[in-house]
């Protein structure tokens, strides 16, 4: 297991952009799966985007349909970190966003597959 932290999270009007930042602390992501996950209040979690890469490569990225083309998910090499760019944000997409490791090599869109978590970072929508 890898210990997560996410940053960049915040309040912003509807139409704007955000970019949530996941970084390994003490360790490194190495080649396992990374997601995106958010849980809204009431609400179960859900999946937002996956990414698989190989040296600097991202080989593989998946998202959710509520995100497709607005949201973009990246490897930073330099910094060892997953991005998630978020743009044309909706009221919708508030929730609390969670970066996820599997160590297994498993990922996907099923969050029980993912053995290390962050502890969140909250995004909100609102004018």
């Known amino acids: 297991q890898v210990q997560l932290v996410e940053s960049g999270g915040g309040l912003v009007q509807p139409g704007g952009s955000l970019r949530l930042s996941c970084t390994a602390s003490g360790g490194t992501f190495s080649t396992y799966p990374v997601g995106w996950f958010r849980q809204a209040p009431g609400k179960e979690r859900e999946f937002v985007a996956t990414?698989?890469?190989?040296?600097?490569?991202?080989?593989?990225?998946d998202y959710a349909d509520a995100v497709k083309g607005r949201f973009t998910i990246s490897r930073d090499s330099v910094k060892d970190a997953v991005d998630l760019q978020m743009n044309s944000l909706k009221p919708e997409d508030t929730a609390v966003y969670y970066c996820?490791?599997?160590?297994?090599?498993?990922?996907?869109?099923?969050?029980?597959?993912?053995?290390?978590w962050g502890q969140g970072t909250q995004v909100t929508v609102s004018s």
């Open positions: 990414t698989r890469w190989s040296g600097i490569r991202i080989y593989y990225a």
């Open positions: 996820a490791a599997a160590s297994s090599g498993a990922g996907g869109r099923v969050f029980r597959l993912y053995d290390s």
